[in-house]
């Protein structure tokens, strides 16, 4: 039997569930934990484990394993695991579900970058979304299907009732999310640290809240990082201040063995680097070496080699 799934969209806040229970989270979520998953990699993996599985208990082990891949995702996905064990080929039945996912994580994910992407897109959304129906026609079609196969349905809850999208398939409330944030115009971004997409906190949020590796967020990462680039480009700056002075002081001491045209070719190039340093092009190491003042004056290297 088809499972039953309702949404109901508030400013700031999505209510998503079953007939038995909606859970409250923050607008978008829902559509990222959908981003986040490599579905092609579930279905191919279910399959190769049916091919494999001689025996029901072999099934069962294959199946709890792919079922460890939705710990911590969105719980929609996890109830539709759930139901998903109860059918009589349940590897199969992931397989199948996992590639009609697949194939529509990148049309909507070519949405979400085309109309949700603020940095890349301005701040037009619902103009976007238009133009990208237009273009994208196989997009539209899916659109127009997905909205043919919602109902509404009404929920009763411990805080009250609500009137909710309902559908079998978790892709048509996944498209009703995403146009809701077109409509109430809701951006993303991408995580400076892991590149995935988020939901920034204010224009200034870069990172995302994401586990970036020994215990820590891509968040907190960032801020280690950033904290030890300052560190590095208030050493770049005194490495170049100090070899500056260097180079100055030996053309003022010696200027016939110190050009100063050669010194003020020395000075663009450094300060090139170090515009370059900045913006992250070179390394800290490439800055050192590409600034490094020459090892010896101009007569030494132009005087005869005796043996």
Wanted: aromatic share 12%; proline share 3%; hydrophobic share 35%.
């Amino acid at each position: 039997m088809a499972g039953f799934y309702m949404m109901d969209m508030a400013p700031r806040q999505e209510y998503l569930g079953d007939e038995q229970r909606l859970e409250k989270a923050r607008l978008g979520t829902f559509l990222l934990s959908f981003l986040d998953q490599d579905w092609q990699s579930l279905a191919d993996e279910a399959m190769s484990l049916r091919r494999q599985a001689y025996l029901v208990e072999q099934a069962q082990r294959g199946f709890d394993s792919l079922r460890r891949r939705f710990q911590g995702a969105h719980p929609l996905f996890q109830r539709e695991m759930e139901r998903l064990s109860a059918s009589a080929d349940s590897l199969y039945a992931v397989g199948q579900w996992a590639g009609e996912m697949a194939r529509f994580h990148p049309l909507l994910y070519a949405a979400v970058e085309r109309v949700l992407d603020r940095d890349t897109g301005g701040a037009d959304a619902d103009g976007r979304y238009r133009a990208l129906l237009t273009e994208i026609g196989e997009l539209s079609r899916l659109a127009e299907r997905f909205h043919e196969g919602v109902s509404v349905r009404y929920h009763m809850g411990a805080g009250g009732g609500k009137l909710c999208y309902g559908a079998k398939d978790l892709r048509i409330l996944l498209y009703l999310s995403f146009e809701y944030m077109v409509s109430q115009g809701t951006a993303f971004r991408r995580c400076l640290n892991c590149g995935r997409y988020f939901i920034p906190f204010s224009v200034h949020t870069c990172y995302c809240d994401r586990p970036a590796g020994e215990g820590k967020t891509c968040k907190s990462y960032a801020a280690k990082a950033n904290y030890t680039r300052r560190l590095q480009d208030d050493a770049a700056r005194s490495l170049y201040i100090k070899q500056n002075n260097a180079y100055q002081m030996r053309v003022r001491r010696s200027p016939e063995l110190y050009p100063e045209e050669e010194y003020r070719l020395w000075q663009m190039h450094a300060r090139s680097l170090l515009g370059q340093f900045d913006r992250g092009e070179i390394s800290w190491e490439m800055f050192q070496e590409q600034t490094r003042l020459p090892k010896r004056r101009r007569a030494e290297q132009d005087a005869p080699k005796t043996k």
